[in-house]
């Protein structure tokens, strides 16, 4: 098991997504953590995978769209 999967199981329980939404943000998550800046475009560049950079961005684009937060769960 490594960080990514330990991640998306504590945030599984809490936040209640399917595992396509919660692969995405932890992929954010831990994209932050390296780049250290809110930026999407440096986050694209710093997700650990094999698709372009562009897919990537619009992959973040897309979650930001459809995605509402419940800031006591992330909390």
Known sequence: ???SDGLRDSLKAYLGWGKPRLDCFV???????????MNLSLLAVHIDSDTEIASRYRRMQRFF???????NDIA
């Open 1 to 3: 098991m490594d960080l």
């Open 27 to 37: 992929s954010m998550l831990l994209a932050l953590l390296n780049a250290r800046q």
């Open 65 to 71: 769209s459809q995605v509402f937060f419940d800031y």
